[in-house]
């Protein structure tokens, strides 16, 4: 029986327990060990397939074959049914939503005029000119008059997170029933997760690009066209390397707000032979995420269009568009950190859909507990 199987059978078990209790029968007389684990392992998402189970006749499927389905539907991963959970959830409730876009515009204003403040010139010039210098000692030249701008801005934006994050995930895995916002422990973790995930996203990049320059200078010596094999790949096996360690460790944030803890292994454990359909269920919400968010720009960009012409010039038409060398401005500043905290506060149930379903189907601890509750839309 797989992980997956076995969290659906304790759903079971637990579901006829509470029917029991209320019917005042014993738990076999609701539905059979047997036909549970039945269920448990075929999983069926119709009445018609619940009758082909042995042991749920037409009477258990009246009285209970709706509660079952429920069970069922919950703890089982659907790519394509947990990729839309998010957006139901942003249809349903977009009073959180606009709270934590609230939250996160309070923290994003905040971290640009500190960067302001304290970066100045220096920090534009060293956004400006990093990535164009090739030169380490040029860049730790760059880096040191923007470095009290750029930790004071990391510092904020972790902050933010941390508190956006963890608003979201109590919310998600039904730990409460609306948004609170607080200092705790619950924040800590979160914030020591982001620290773990970009700490391990560098030790992985740092990984395949020594591991593939090695094999590169290798390989050239035999030949140049294998080497130059090399130089087109590592951007590919970079990102997928990347990507599938932080999809298998995606669970870990989810898990330090509901069970309290931060547990690398358990995330890595219960998405062990799932990374294909949750990757899919990710990609497909922002890809849908995208498009949507880039149609609506493209609409309010109309609009700007259309008033400014109305206005004859008054409202200038590049509202949207910010110069990061114009400091003259702070109209454009504001605009432009308003649209990207509406993104993300639209963004985060959009991403936490697919991983709270995925916490619900996997989970998988090191100790038994109880199946994660649903998610509150």
């Known amino acids: 029986m797989t992980a997956e199987s ?183 973790r979160v914030a020591l997760t982001i620290v773990a995930f970009t700490l391990i996203y560098f030790a992985v990049t740092v990984a395949v690009l020594v591991g593939l320059g090695l094999a590169a200078n290798i390989s050239e010596a035999f030949s140049s066209f294998i080497g130059g094999f090399f130089v087109w790949v590592t951007p590919l096996v970079l990102f997928a390397a990347t990507t599938y360690v932080i999809v298998r460790l995606s669970l870990t944030p989810i898990i330090a707000v509901d069970r309290g803890r931060i547990s690398l292994k358990e995330s890595w454990v219960s998405t062990r032979g799932h990374f294909w359909p949750l990757m899919g269920s990710l990609v497909l919400s922002i890809v849908v995420f995208v498009v949507m968010a880039f149609l609506a720009l493209m609409i309010v960009a109309a609009l700007n269009h259309a008033i400014s012409v109305g206005t004859n010039g008054a409202v200038p038409r590049d509202l949207l568009v910010r110069d990061q060398n114009d400091d003259s401005s702070i109209f454009p500043l504001i605009v432009s950190e308003v649209i990207a905290s509406i993104s993300n506060g639209m963004l985060l149930p959009v991403v936490l859909g697919p991983l709270v379903r995925a916490y619900q189907a996997y989970d998988a601890p090191d100790t038994p507990t109880q199946a994660a509750p649903a998610i509150h839309a």
């Open 6 to 188: 076995r969290h659906l059978l304790e759903a079971l078990w637990a579901w006829r327990r509470d029917a029991a209790r209320q019917a005042g029968a014993p738990p076999y007389l609701i539905v059979s060990d047997r036909t549970l684990i039945e269920i448990a392992l075929v999983k069926p998402a119709t009445l018609g397939a619940l009758t082909e189970i042995e042991g749920f006749g037409q009477a258990k499927l009246d009285q209970h074959g709706q509660a079952v389905l429920k069970v069922v539907k919950a703890h089982v991963f659907s790519p394509t049914d947990a990729a839309f959970v998010g957006f139901k959830f942003v249809k349903e409730r977009p009073s959180a939503v606009a709270a934590w876009a609230a939250v996160s515009l309070v923290f994003n204003l905040l971290s640009a005029f500190v960067g302001l403040l304290l970066g100045g010139q220096a920090l534009r010039t060293f956004q400006a000119q990093a990535g164009k210098v090739d030169d380490l000692q040029t860049v730790f030249q760059l880096l040191v008059p923007a470095a009290p701008a750029l930790v004071s801005i990391a510092l904020i934006t972790l902050a933010g997170m941390a508190l956006v994050y963890s608003s979201a995930l109590r919310l998600f895995v039904g730990r409460e029933d609306h948004v609170t916002f607080r200092i705790g422990q619950d924040e800590k």
